[in-house]
Nanobody, 123 residues
Framework: QVQLVESGGGLVQPGGSLRLSCAASGIILRIDDMGWYRQAPGKQRELVAT???????TYVDSVKGRFTISRYNAKNTVYLQMNSLKPEDTAVYLCNADTLARDGCYFGRKPLWGRGTQVTVSS
């Protein structure tokens, strides 16, 4: 089964740091764009950061200078380093990957979503 699994969330005080990880598993031939989204209670899902297969990154304005997205292709893993965290960063963080994979009898492009990891920024 092809899937994404996030880890690294938790409770942190304002100004603190967390590092999220998201690993893809299964029969995956290639991963193109990977990204992190977040969803706070009562709000729409928001794209936080993306990274291309070549390493090019984009960020939503509210996290620029504080968050860094990176990837380790050999382990099909994407990371989100979050520094100077603020209470408004509190949300469930989900990762996404655009893959070329085999899943059962299916072979082809397969967008994947993780189940999410909770990040809470509070004193």
């Amino acid at each position: 089964q092809v899937q994404l699994v996030e880890s690294g969330g938790g409770l942190v005080q304002p100004g603190g740091s967390l590092r999220l990880s998201c690993a893809a598993s299964g029969i995956i031939l290639r991963i193109d764009d990977m990204g992190w989204y977040r969803q706070a209670p009562g709000k729409q899902r928001e794209l936080v950061a993306t990274i291309s297969g070549g390493g090019g990154a984009t960020y939503v304005d509210s996290v620029k200078g504080r968050f860094t997205i990176s990837r380790y292709n050999a382990k099909n893993t994407v990371y989100l380093q979050m520094n100077s965290l603020k209470p408004e960063d509190t949300a469930v963080y989900l990762c996404n990957a655009d893959t070329l994979a085999r899943d059962g009898c299916y072979f082809g492009r397969k967008p994947l979503w993780g189940r999410g990891t909770q990040v809470t920024v509070s004193s």
